[in-house]
Nanobody, 122 residues
Framework: QVQLVESGGGLVQAGGSLRLSCAAY????????MAWCRQAPVKEREFVAA????????IYADSVKGRFTISRRNAQNTVYLQMNSLKPEDTAVYYC???????????????WGQGTQVTVSS
């Protein structure tokens, strides 16, 4: 079992930056790939970025490529999402997720945090 807890969300102006953190509690055995997904009101949860178990493989959604950076450290128990050049359309609840195998779709992840709100003002 693993518990994922996100932090770092908040209100930021367009063009600004935020860094989200995800702390994983408990040992992971089948949940070595970590990801960030987001969900805006009346929209489906969408994949944002993922990182493999070693931290060397990363994947990004086209909508955030070049602006967001995913990383992990602390013995792979903490995952970060550095968000730069934020846009109003980035406004959503951001969720940390985990799975055994890296995926580019939100449905590919088995474990989820409770989410942290990111609001980007115009």
């Amino acid at each position: 079992q693993v518990q994922l807890v996100e932090s770092g969300g908040g209100l930021v102006q367009a063009g600004g930056s935020l860094r989200l953190s995800c702390a994983a509690y408990g040992r992971t055995f089948t949940a070595d790939a970590m990801a960030w997904c987001r969900q805006a009101p009346v929209k489906e949860r969408e994949f944002v970025a993922a990182i493999g178990w070693s931290g060397g493989s990363t994947i990004y959604a086209d909508s955030v490529k070049g602006r967001f950076t995913i990383s992990r450290r602390n013995a792979q128990n903490t995952v970060y999402l550095q968000m730069n050049s934020l846009k109003p359309e980035d406004t959503a609840v951001y969720y940390c997720a985990a799975a055994q195998i890296i995926s580019v779709k939100a449905g590919g992840y088995d474990y989820w945090g409770q989410g942290t709100q990111v609001t980007v003002s115009s």
